[in-house]
């Protein structure tokens, strides 16, 4: 059993700053990518950010400049620090982790339950 737990959510005016942080737990073998994606209201999920194990990061053009995506593998833990945040981010933003159970086991994606962030302006 793996879960995803996301933290670090909550209402913020436009300009001001937030770190999402997400912990994977359970039977972990490996973990390559790890991702934040979000979904406003009668929109589609979309992708914020995506991170390999070796560190190598995607961005949405959204939010290119002002969101940054880390982790920490010791931790099995990413990160999705938002700066300059405007109105237009505002969604549940899920975290989601490509990972193996055992070794030499097929990839599996999880996803955790979503972190609400309101942006005022």
């Known amino acids: 059993q793996v879960q995803l737990v996301e933290s670090g959510g909550g209402l913020v005016q436009a300009g001001e700053s937030l770190r999402l942080s997400c912990a994977a737990s359970g039977s972990i073998f490996s973990i390559n990518n790890m991702g934040w994606y979000r979904q406003a209201p009668g929109k589609q999920r979309e992708l914020v950010a995506t991170?390999?194990?070796?560190?190598?990061?995607n961005y949405a053009d959204s939010v290119k400049g002002r969101f940054t995506i880390s982790r920490d593998n010791a931790k099995n833990t990413v990160y999705l620090q938002m700066n300059s945040l405007k109105p237009e981010d505002t969604a549940v933003y899920y975290c989601?982790?490509?990972?193996?159970?055992?070794?030499?086991?097929?990839?599996?994606?999880?996803w955790g339950q979503g972190t609400q962030v309101t942006v005022s302006s």
């Open positions: 989601n982790a490509e990972l193996r159970m055992t070794v030499g086991s097929s990839i599996y994606r999880y």
């Open positions: 991170i390999t194990s070796g560190g190598s990061t």
